[in-house]
């Protein structure tokens, strides 16, 4: 077995694991300081990461995620061939096979530490805003929930020629990359956040390639990429696409994301893109209001305005067109990612906004 490990040949795999191994240290040892790792990592070594994959990978015509799963089978289907033409025995080969599987992981750790993932260590948003979020109660959510309707239909009526059917495709311009990119890295400037580089936005085909997983978008951290489905309702979008690229600017939390593309839709000069906005957060709160009183949320749904409950039947619509694949496993996973990284409320997360959102209004509308 000796041998299996410490032939010269596998010296690069066991660089590999020192490598893997050491910069999860690093992380632990960040997570001690956020002060320490957004001054080191968040405001510095990750701005210089950002550029360097921006103005390289960046540039491709394609999504670089598709090359990195082409080339993953490609690596798998190698090892296996390997394999079979080997004449040793079974233990040896799954022993070999399975030494490079965990140099293989540790090398995805290290390059996911390094390329972005120590920004789950940097400080909370909250904290550089001046925010004290605290939980809402019952009346507090219902509160917020009123005050956001009044938001959202507001928002949809100064949509020029929108009527009381759903809201189609002709409000997304063909340069939704830029714009979403433009508005986001506004936002952050106004609070002090470096944007240097400019992260690419892909929209992934065939449309549902996420959906089915209960997934909108993804960022991809060994390219920099933010994705989303291009199977996403039209209106969901602009608010998705604004997600995504918080993450690409160095935001790992899923709550302080949707609270910044919030912020960047709202803020926007773009009538739909504060639509988008207002009705993604609505989505967030009606669904926590849904959980505690299921039975006056359907009188709530009914009184809404014609054309907002058309754009909500719209979205759930087109949703049922990819249904889930796995759903139980993909969310059991993704909360136990979210819960190592730190984040302890897990799929959870993803609500914080509602908490975010109210006292950021709240600070506000106090100055």
Request: a neutral charge.
């Amino acid at each position: 077995m000796e041998n299996i490990f410490f032939k010269n040949k596998n010296k690069n795999k066991w660089i590999w694991i020192v490598l893997g191994v050491s910069a999860i240290l690093v992380r632990v040892l960040f997570s001690f300081s956020p002060e320490l790792t957004e001054r080191i990592y968040s405001r510095g070594i990750f701005v210089g990461i950002r550029c360097l994959l921006d103005y390289t990978l960046g540039w491709m015509p394609f999504p670089v995620v598709f090359v990195f799963i082409i080339g993953l089978v490609v690596f798998i289907f190698y090892k296996i061939r390997n394999l079979m033409r080997t004449h040793q025995s079974i233990l040896h080969s799954i022993t070999r096979v399975g030494f490079s599987l965990v140099s293989f992981l540790f090398g995805l750790v290290f390059f996911f530490l390094v390329m972005w993932g120590y920004n789950y260590g940097r400080l909370p948003l909250e904290k550089t805003m001046g925010l004290n979020p605290q939980p809402l109660s019952m009346e507090e959510l219902k509160t917020e929930l009123d005050f956001n309707t009044q938001e959202v239909t507001a928002a949809r009526r100064i949509i020029p020629n929108v009527s009381d059917e759903s809201i189609k495709a002709e409000y997304l311009s063909d340069d939704l990359e830029n714009e979403i990119r433009e508005i986001v890295e506004a936002l952050l400037e106004d609070l002090d956040y470096p944007t240097a580089g400019s992260v690419r936005g892909r929209m992934l085909q065939p449309k549902g390639i996420l959906l089915r997983f209960s997934t909108a978008g993804v960022y991809f951290p060994w390219s920099g990429e933010s994705n989303i489905d291009a199977g996403l309702h039209p209106i969901q979008k602009p608010f998705t696409l604004a997600h995504e690229f918080a993450h690409g600017y160095g935001f790992t939390d899923e709550g302080t994301c949707n609270f910044l593309a919030y912020l960047a839709c709202i803020k926007s000069d773009n009538e739909f893109f504060q639509y988008s906005g207002y009705l993604s957060y609505w989505r967030y709160l009606a669904s926590s209001y849904r959980r505690y009183d299921r039975a006056n949320y359907k009188t709530y749904f009914d009184s809404l305005p014609k054309g907002m409950i058309a754009d909500l039947y719209a979205i759930d619509a087109n949703s049922d067109k990819y249904p889930d694949i796995l759903p139980e496993l993909r969310n059991a996973a993704y909360d136990t990612y979210l819960k190592t990284q730190g984040i302890k409320e897990g799929m959870k997360n993803y609500s914080r906004i509602v908490i975010l959102a109210k006292v950021w209004r709240e600070k506000k509308s106090g100055e």
